[in-house]
């Protein structure tokens, strides 16, 4: 498997993300194939549809105030994280642990980097269907078959750093079903599922990078997928109920976590 950073000029609002690619992708003299990934910063992507927010034209609730004051965030921020995220945990200094589209995540994927002094970047509006879009038109255009992930960072509980997250797919199945399979003792699988999206995004994210680089893009090469013509953001989920990190955080706090958004 090969992947190749995708350099380009500073994303704009507006720009055609698919044009921008192509000419990229000619200049290194690479042509697409059937199979290819395209991997693309979800910041690239809220930058084009205009979700950067100035925190200047935000207006602090009360509530917002008193998390903002216990974890250490500004009273603005805290409030989009409020009205961003379906779930608020708790968090640490600096930090909220949320619930946002079915993902856990930071401060529902709100981020500084790489936004104006003063300004955050929200999650793209329907990564899903942008990733479906930008699967056709590169079709359209080329006439090949290529994935498109939407890549953001993401943390693993006790694991310092951040890797890759899939946060929209077209075009391959990001999930592998392993259940039933031999292992190497002939034993059979009973719960593995191969996240190759996920594993495929944090590639992506380690030659993108995370501040200066200008890399919104990375292509991705004979990567071990299956192309598909139809998937879902329900291929990539699971229930809370069925999830071991919040069924032990809820089994520990006698059934309920801390939900700060809730009245």
């Known amino acids: 498997m090969h992947v190749y950073p995708i350099k380009t000029r500073r994303i704009r609002r507006g720009d055609d993300l698919v044009s921008i690619a192509l000419k990229a992708l000619q200049s290194m003299d690479i042509k697409l194939i059937d199979g290819d990934v395209l991997a693309i910063s979800s910041k690239a992507l809220s930058i084009i549809q205009g979700r950067i927010v100035a925190l200047s034209t935000i207006r602090a609730s009360q509530n917002a105030e008193k998390i903002a004051e216990k974890y250490g965030l500004e009273p603005e921020f805290a409030e989009l994280v409020l009205r961003e995220a379906d ?16 993902i856990l995540t930071v401060n529902a994927g709100i981020d500084r980097k790489n936004a104006p002094m003063g300004y955050v970047a929200l999650w793209p509006e329907r990564p899903w269907s942008e990733a479906w879009r930008i699967h056709e038109e590169l079709k359209r255009r080329t006439g090949r078959h290529v994935g498109v992930i939407i890549v953001d960072s ?3 509980p ?34 593995t599922r191969l996240s190759v999206a996920d594993d495929l995004a944090s590639a992506a994210h380690l030659v993108m990078g995370e501040t200066d680089e200008l890399t919104p893009m990375a292509l991705i090469r004979d990567a071990p997928i299956r192309l598909t013509s139809k998937n879902t953001p329900d291929e990539t989920l699971i229930a809370p109920s069925q999830c071991l990190y919040l069924g032990v955080l809820k089994a520990s706090q006698g059934g309920s ?7």
């Open 158 to 191: 006790l694991r310092l750093g951040t890797r890759g997250l899939a946060l929209a797919v077209a075009g391959f199945t990001p999930v592998e079903d392993l259940r039933g399979r031999p292992d190497i003792y002939g034993k059979s699988l009973r719960i």
């Open 257 to 263: 976590l801390y939900e700060e958004n809730q009245p």
């Open 87 to 102: 779930m608020v945990y708790g968090g640490v200094s600096g930090a909220l642990l949320t619930l946002k589209d079915g």
């Open 154 to 156: 993401h943390l693993a």
